[in-house]
């Protein structure tokens, strides 16, 4: 059994596995997805197992409001608005969008921040370089009105973030000893800040994964492999620092690069489509901004390479679904 640090529950877990029998080809391997989207409805998605280890981190230093920052429809801001309702903290959201002085439309992850009663801080694309700056100044603000802050980094992905998708590797480890046995398998997750990555390698190297051939492989949805597989190996490095933990090299790392399109949170109807079509066949719902494009990455990767993954692939379906409603209209012009 694998020890962990003190957690506060708020995902709904073990999330399930599911196989995708009508999309299984013949000659490619099984196809599985964890419903990791099924983690909540409102707290739907990866980022609300990263959250039980940080407000556990931020009750135990006495924080009263935690500060974060993302996207203009971050998953991640949503769950931390809403859990920190729930345990009756204040939150604060710094929302990155294209011009803070005409924020976009009040929907999709936008109208739960703000049911959740999130206060939101607008800051432009040239703003999020200096994002630790804002964070930092948004806390300095809480304790000037007497409040004891706690800041979480983009998409929770940190030391301590991590641990959530060391879960998730443990519940994995359980569900795939309960299958056929297999010489193969490999665990694919989209890419967006790395804590999902770095949480599922560590739980890998705990588990003695790669011994019993289960691989982990990342398909990132912005930046590029390089990026990744620094920003992997340095949550991992702090997190070796602070727990007793394996050491993660370069070579555990696996980010499939090509698949970030038009960009960030922009799809193209290739993306859609696919997102379409698995609606269609399986009633899976991805979402455009993360499993989307991961699914598309892999639909296209085994089509050139139908070895690349072994004999079975379970698809972490990380969640995002509130993130479809601001592309309806893409989406609907597909339907
Ligand atoms: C944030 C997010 C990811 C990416 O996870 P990271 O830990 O940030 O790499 C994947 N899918 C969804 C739906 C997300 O919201």
């Keep these: 059994m694998i020890e962990y640090p003190d957690r506060i529950p708020l995902a709904?877990?073990?999330?399930?596995?599911?196989?995708?029998?009508?999309?299984?080809?013949?000659?490619?391997?099984?196809?599985?997805?964890?419903?990791?989207?099924?983690?909540?409805?409102?707290?739907?998605?990866?980022?609300i197992r990263k959250l039980e280890f940080l407000f556990a981190e931020a009750k135990s230093e006495g924080a009263d409001t935690v500060?974060?920052?993302?996207?203009?429809?971050?998953?991640?801001?949503?769950?931390?608005?809403?859990?920190?309702?729930?345990?009756?903290?204040?939150?604060?959201?710094?929302?990155?969008?294209?011009?803070?002085?005409?924020?976009?439309?009040?929907?999709?992850?936008?109208?739960?921040?703000?049911?959740?009663?999130a206060e939101i801080v607008w800051i432009s694309r040239a703003d999020w370089a200096r994002r630790a700056e804002i964070l930092a100044r948004e806390a300095d603000r809480v304790r000037g009105d007497g409040g004891v802050p706690y800041v979480?980094?983009?998409?929770?992905?940190?030391?301590?973030?991590?641990?959530?998708?060391?879960?998730?590797?443990?519940?994995?480890?359980?569900?795939?000893?309960?299958?056929?046995?297999?010489?193969?398998?490999?665990?694919?997750?989209?890419?967006?800040?790395?804590?999902?990555?770095?949480?599922?390698?560590?739980?890998?190297?705990?588990?003695?994964?790669?011994?019993r051939g289960i691989a982990v492989c990342g398909i990132n949805v912005c930046d590029d492999r390089d990026y990744f597989v620094t920003r992997i190996g340095e949550i991992c490095n702090e997190a070796h620092q602070r727990f007793a933990i394996p050491a993660i090299t370069e070579d555990d790392i696996d980010i499939i690069d090509g698949f970030v399109g038009r960009g960030y949170a922009i799809s193209r109807p290739e993306e859609l489509s696919t997102l379409r079509d698995l609606a269609r066949t399986e009633s899976l719902i991805l979402d455009p901004v993360y499993t989307g494009k991961a699914y598309f990455g892999m639909t296209e990767t085994l089509s050139r390479d139908p070895e690349r993954f072994g004999d079975r692939v379970v698809f972490l379906c990380s969640g995002g679904i509130f993130g479809l409603f601001p592309q309806a209209a893409e989406l609907a012009a597909l339907l």
């Design 12 to 47: 709904q877990t073990p999330t399930p596995i599911q196989r995708l029998l009508r999309t299984e080809k013949r000659s490619g391997p099984e196809l599985w997805v964890k419903r990791d989207d099924l983690t909540g409805i409102e707290l739907s998605g990866n980022k």
């Design 67 to 117: 500060i974060t920052c993302g996207g203009e429809q971050s998953n991640h801001c949503r769950a931390t608005a809403l859990a920190a309702t729930r345990l009756g903290l204040k939150s604060v959201v710094v929302l990155r969008t294209a011009d803070p002085q005409s924020p976009p439309p009040t929907t999709g992850n936008i109208l739960l921040d703000r049911l959740a009663g």
């Design 152 to 211: 979480i980094p983009e998409g929770g992905s940190n030391a301590v973030g991590l641990w959530g998708y060391v879960g998730c590797a443990e519940e994995l480890d359980f569900q795939l000893k309960a299958l056929r046995p297999c010489a193969r398998t490999t665990i694919l997750y989209a890419c967006g800040s790395g804590g999902t990555g770095a949480g599922l390698i560590v739980g890998a190297a705990m588990l003695g994964w790669r011994e």
